[in-house]
């Protein structure tokens, strides 16, 4: 059922420790006990499909990011984010109709706002 939704939470950078984002997708599959199917192009698209509320492959930098995610009661359109100076993460915040628009669109447009 489609519905307003309001997601608020934090993105930050992945810490691949020299691995590649598909390296690093590999492993975190492998750990959890699964594998990938068939019918998935990569690990990465694989892993924010499985763990959608853990991760966020943004395609404009190639970055992978570990976010957090709050749901919040549901009112107006609201898709922002921002740089925290404090630890670089991204905070972001996203309130909007599911039926139009999915989580990773919503969140990329937020990041496309502030990531040049």
């Known amino acids: 059922m489609s519905e307003t939704v309001h997601y608020k939470g934090t993105a930050r950078r992945v810490d691949l420790n020299g691995l590649t984002n598909e390296e690093f997708a590999k492993n ?3 750990d959890m006990g699964r594998t990938v199917p068939d019918y998935y192009d990569n690990p990465v698209e694989y892993l924010v499909s499985m763990w959608d509320e ?3 492959f943004y395609p404009r930098n190639q ?4 976010i957090t995610l709050e749901t919040i009661d549901q009112e107006d359109e609201i ?6 100076a404090i630890d670089e993460s991204i905070n972001y915040e996203l309130r909007y109709y599911n039926g139009g628009a999915g989580f990773e669109e919503c969140l990329e447009e ?6 040049k």
């Open 110 to 115: 937020a990041f496309d706002k502030i990531i």
């Open 28 to 30: 975190y599959i492998k």
């Open 54 to 56: 853990l991760f966020f």
């Open 79 to 84: 898709i922002k984010a921002e740089f925290s």
């Open 63 to 66: 970055s992978l990011y570990s």
